[in-house]
């Protein structure tokens, strides 16, 4: 079975300009995640799904950063415009939901902006 | 107080050596608790998930205690393998995931 797919695996931006990040987290999750990680941190949440109801959004910088899973299954979120303190990790991970279940990361994209 | 904090890294210990990783947590009504391993410039993945009774896999032990709010992760024997970042995730409510900041472990021979 598939794990958790994101794209691109790396992307480099120059400042301002925009860039998305895209998921598909794994069948039957109905909870999908994504999360920033800064070097040595461990991953903060931007944003947390319910299906295709956007749950938790209160650390999502709403300024620049949006996210959107239309269909209740995969994912895109994006920065517009981006700036140099946006590189980063950014993990997407999904989970069946509920109180007592994991969450699956996927690979991450790793953001460069110069 | 942050939400959950860990121990500051890194523990350098020789392969063989038994190591424990603190936890705790400021949100009394949490509900479940996981250990996850994250290796270098890879993505989190879960080890093991944490029980009230306290659970053990292979030599990995993890335990919980909810009155002082606290976690621990034990690892027995340890090998060069061992090697990782070894993050805390605390479920508050439901479905909510919050991370530590980690705590590196550098095993060597």
């Known amino acids: 079975e598939a794990g958790v797919v994101q794209s691109p695996r790396y992307k480099i931006i120059e400042k301002k300009q925009p860039v998305a990040f895209w998921c598909n987290p794994i069948?039957?999750?109905?909870?999908l995640y994504w999360y920033l990680q800064n070097l040595g941190q461990g991953p903060e949440l931007l944003i947390r799904?319910?299906?295709?109801?956007?749950?938790?959004d209160s650390q999502l910088p709403k300024d620049r950063f949006s996210a959107e899973r239309l269909k209740g299954v995969d994912s895109t979120l994006k920065i517009q415009p981006a700036e140099l303190g946006d590189s980063a990790v950014y993990l997407c991970a999904s989970s069946l939901g509920g109180s007592n279940t994991e969450a699956f990361f996927g690979q991450g994209t790793r953001l460069t902006v110069v | 107080r942050k939400e959950v904090e860990q121990d500051p890294g890194p523990f350098n210990v020789p392969e063989g050596a038994t190591v424990a990783f603190n936890c705790t947590y400021s949100n009394s009504a949490s509900q479940s608790f996981f250990w996850y391993r994250q290796d270098c410039r890879k993505e989190p993945k879960l080890l093991m998930s944490v029980y009230s009774s306290g659970n053990e896999d292979g030599r990995f032990t993890a335990q919980l205690n909810r009155a002082s709010q606290y976690i621990s992760l034990l690892i027995r024997d340890s090998k060069l393998s061992d090697s990782a970042t070894y993050l805390c995730v605390v479920n508050s409510g439901y479905s909510t995931l919050t991370f530590g900041k980690g705590t590196m472990l550098l095993v060597s021979p």
């Open positions: 069948s039957g999750h109905n909870t």
């Open positions: 799904y319910e299906n295709e109801e956007a749950v938790d």
